[in-house]
């Protein structure tokens, strides 16, 4: 079982740029979280994808956008890009569904704006 | 809204020493607390967790108690190894006493933990 996968590991874009990050979940897993991670902080919630939905959202603005295809992997789109964009960006699966389940983590993608 | 406050850090210790890290919490209802640990160049990895009140949460020699009087979760070990050395988060997550984590996952800054030979 390959575990949570991220892609790219890192990227460097410039200020106003789009950039699309992409999740595939673990095997079995069918609802996927992304956060975003600033330098020195906690992880901070950006929103939830479960049934090709966006069930919860955090306090991000619009220009951060998502989308989850039909074998559960995920994309993380942002828009307009700004410097303080720059973080690592966390994808998380788990199984909705399931009771006590827990949410596992990719590597995640060190997203750098210039 | 759920907030998670962990101690300042860095902490520095020896090999072998006590470890405490400091946790509290704000959040309405009943929230499930999370310890996660995420080692150099890797993701995050649940280290345990607690899904009610006086529930003690323990893995690898690491324990924590949800004190839901002080509103606190802190993370303890007897004798803390080179290997321990990471950034250790607490986190809540607003589901009722699940104790799934699939929901929104709220956290605190981050300790990060040096632990000398």
């Known amino acids: 079982d390959a575990g949570v996968t991220q892609s790219p590991t890192h990227l460097i874009k410039t200020r106003g740029q789009q950039v699309t990050l992409r999740c595939s979940p673990k095997?079995?897993?069918?609802?996927v979280s992304w956060y975003q991670q600033a330098l020195g902080q906690g992880p901070q919630f950006i929103f939830q994808?479960?049934?090709?939905?966006?069930?919860q959202r955090g306090n991000f603005p619009d220009r951060f956008s998502g989308h989850q295809f039909p074998n559960y992997s995920s994309e993380l789109n942002v828009n307009a890009l700004l410097l303080g964009d720059s973080a690592l960006y966390l994808c998380?699966?788990?199984?909705?569904?399931?009771?006590?389940?827990?949410?596992?983590f990719g590597q995640g993608t060190r997203l750098t704006v210039v | 809204g759920n907030s998670v406050t962990q101690m300042e850090g860095p902490v520095t210790l020896s090999e072998e020493a006590f470890l405490t890290i400091n946790c509290t919490y704000t959040?309405?209802?009943?929230?499930?607390l999370f310890w996660y640990v995420q080692y150099p160049g890797e993701g995050l990895q649940l280290l345990l967790k607690?899904?009610?009140?006086?529930d003690k949460g323990s893995n690898k020699g690491f324990e924590a108690t949800y004190r839901k009087e002080t509103t606190s979760f802190h993370l303890e070990k007897g004798s803390v190894q080179v290997s321990d050395s990471a950034v250790y988060f607490c986190?809540?997550?607003?589901?009722?006493?699940?104790?799934?984590?699939?929901?929104?996952?709220?956290f605190g800054q981050g300790t990060i933990l040096t632990v000398h030979p």
């Open positions: 998380a699966s788990s199984w909705r569904t399931g009771l006590n389940t827990e949410a596992f």
């Open positions: 994808y479960y049934e090709e939905e966006e069930r």
């Open positions: 959040a309405t209802g009943y929230p499930s």
């Open positions: 095997s079995g897993h069918d609802t």
């Open positions: 607690a899904t009610k009140a006086d």
């Open positions: 986190a809540l997550s607003d589901e009722s006493g699940g104790g799934t984590s699939y929901g929104k996952l709220t």
